[in-house]
């Protein structure tokens, strides 16, 4: 059965197919106390698991929270760490 | 007054019918937070959860001062007090800080892990909102960070989100006090210790909420709102001190080189408007906890919840109030009411001078506690700054379309709804004075407007006759 992740985006309308870096969160662990964990790992994503067969699912959400109604497909290739770098920028928030 | 802990606390709102308690079994993941949500908009009770799902034995403690009815429970104020009599009680009490005690043993490390061991999913971290960017441990307790070169310790509510089992993503702006120490021990190349108090005494989460000047203790404002010391224990692992009747406690360090991406997160402002961004990394290497845990929770969002009460109504209430009444200004009362979610501050005054209402914005905004609203109200010393129904009056009816109306660009609040995404991003706000006084120059007689109410315009004698004859004309 295939698991599901959920992911924030700018825009899930310009979502695009093809090997990415992202965030994932866990949203059907083992253990039901793990969900909503986050991990940076290097994927494949596409829209739909025939493009992608084997795949897990991975929801799309606003950067405000709203998810996109039509899930998207994923396959972790591998674990990027537990953290990004910390950027130079000054940030207001 | 006993200083209460939160299991304290719960009997005395239980006794007051302040608390429901809930028995059948919830669920973290948005349940518990969409009943403690719709509790606040009802401005209804605080909620004890005593079963969880996944979570045996653990209890979650919802809404805790969501009502200023609560937050004079919790500093042993009548429930049943005015707004007023709350608020000029706080007031008095914050201003009689009384220093915190140390103890040796305390509740809460009554359980101790550490290293390796550490797994924040021990705890039932609630999905407060659906969509919220993870389970957010930390919303009613305080960060407790140390200044790397003067040694003052700040007690801060910065939400924070766990991320994995030993890290949790946080959002410590700029302007904060623990920010600005994050940034000294950045720029050492160092890790800022931290430890947050989970679900602390009331008043300790309370001075927590309240934007109080750098360099005024949070706990000596605690003691000072329960009218008697904190006590507080050394962290076993961080050079840092909790109340020791806390619930959890969390030590560990905020990681200088990297981050996490945290959030969005429902506000106190009544919107989730800020999206997920990379933000600090708390890096947790040891939980204590009292037996049979209460984690405890704060749901912000529309109004009525913490967020508008303590750090509105109280925090910035009082911190406005102080500055003002520094700066000589003679005013009549100041509120921040609850349903203007800290963004609207009402200050009256006796009006010796026009433009007096620029003298007060300059104040208003230029102090820590006023800095991050962005509307000012002023209204002359006819208008009860408590009663919203005559400040929206003297708004309608008193407030120069030109004249009475400035704004003028400020310091973005990231966390205000209004401003774009890029406005919220590089911090580009603004502010808007409503300047609800009569021109001083006005004559009383030929130009300034006479008030059409019982009280001002019939005389002494007639008003008193009415009054005096009310029942017998017929009136219950």
Redesign the interface.
């Known amino acids: 059965m295939a698991r599901e992740y959920d992911t924030f985006v700018d825009n899930p309308d310009g979502f695009e197919a093809g090997e990415i870096d992202v965030a994932v969160r866990e949203l059907t662990p083992d253990d039901r106390r793990k969900k909503y964990l986050t991990r940076y790992v290097r994927a494949k994503v596409a829209p739909s698991e025939e493009e992608l067969p084997g795949s897990d699912i991975l929801w799309l959400r606003w950067q405000r929270g709203r998810v996109f109604p039509r899930p998207w497909r994923i396959q972790v290739i591998r674990e990027l760490g537990e953290f990004m770098p910390k950027k130079a920028v000054v940030r207001n928030q | 007054m006993a200083l209460l802990d939160n299991r304290q606390f719960t009997k005395a709102l239980k006794q007051t019918g302040d608390l429901v308690e809930v028995n059948r079994e919830v669920d973290w993941?948005c349940e518990i937070g969409a009943i403690v949500r719709r509790a606040c908009e009802m401005e209804g009770p605080a909620t004890l959860f005593n079963s969880i799902r996944?979570?045996p034995g653990h209890r979650i403690f919802g809404g805790p001062v969501s009502t200023l009815r609560r937050a004079a429970v919790a500093m042993g104020i009548q429930p049943t007090a005015s707004t007023k009599e709350i608020f000029d009680q706080f007031y008095q009490r914050m201003q009689n800080p009384i220093p915190p005690v140390l103890v040796a043993e305390a509740p809460c490390q009554e359980n101790v892990v550490v290293g390796d061991a550490v797994d924040l999913?021990?705890f039932p971290a609630p999905?407060v909102?659906?969509?919220?960017?993870?389970?957010y441990l930390c919303t009613w307790h305080f960060v407790v960070t140390k200044d790397p070169e003067t040694g003052w310790v700040n007690w801060g509510m910065y939400r924070v989100m766990?991320?994995?089992?030993r890290?949790m993503g946080g959002?410590i702006?700029?302007t904060s006090d623990a920010g600005k120490m994050k940034l000294k021990y950045e720029r050492m190349g160092k890790p800022m210790p931290f430890a947050i108090a989970i679900g602390p005494e009331p008043v300790c989460a309370i001075s927590a909420a309240v934007p109080l000047p750098a360099n005024i203790d949070e706990v000596d404002v605690a003691g000072g709102l329960a009218q008697e010391p904190v006590r507080l224990v050394r962290c076993k692992t961080v050079d840092l001190e909790v109340p020791a009747n806390s619930e959890i406690v969390l030590e560990g360090e905020i990681?200088?080189?990297?981050?996490?991406?945290e959030g969005?997160f429902g506000e106190y402002t009544g919107y989730?408007?800020?999206?997920?961004?990379?933000r600090a990394?708390y890096r947790v290497n040891c939980i204590t906890w009292r037996n049979n845990p209460i984690t405890v929770i704060s749901n912000m969002g529309m109004p009525v919840d913490e967020g508008q009460i303590c750090y509105g109504t109280l925090g910035v209430g009082s911190g406005v109030r102080q500055a003002l009444e520094a700066a000589g200004i003679p005013i009549t009362g100041v509120f921040v009411p609850p349903y203007g979610a800290g963004n609207l501050i009402i200050v009256g005054t006796r009006k010796p001078y026009n433009h007096i209402a620029t003298q007060i914005s300059q104040i208003v905004f230029g102090s820590r506690a006023g800095m991050p609203a962005n509307f000012l109200i002023v209204v002359d010393d006819t208008t009860d700054v408590y009663n919203i129904g005559k400040v929206l009056h003297a708004l309608a009816t008193k407030c120069h379309w030109r004249d009475g109306v400035m704004t003028f660009p400020a310091w973005?609040n990231?966390l205000a709804p209004f401003l774009s995404l890029r406005e919220?991003?590089?911090?580009r706000g603004g502010r808007i004075v409503l300047d609800c006084t009569w021109p001083v120059e006005w004559d009383p007689e030929a130009e300034k407007p006479v008030k059409s109410s019982f009280a001002d315009i019939y005389p002494k004698e007639l008003q008193e006759k009415v009054l005096r004859d009310w029942h017998v004309y017929g009136f219950e």
């Open positions: 993941d996944d979570y999913t021990m999905m909102h659906d969509g919220d960017g993870g389970r766990v991320h994995n089992e890290h959002i702006l700029a990681l200088h080189d990297v981050e996490v991406e969005p989730r408007s800020g999206p997920r961004a990379p990394v973005g990231p919220r991003a590089t911090g």
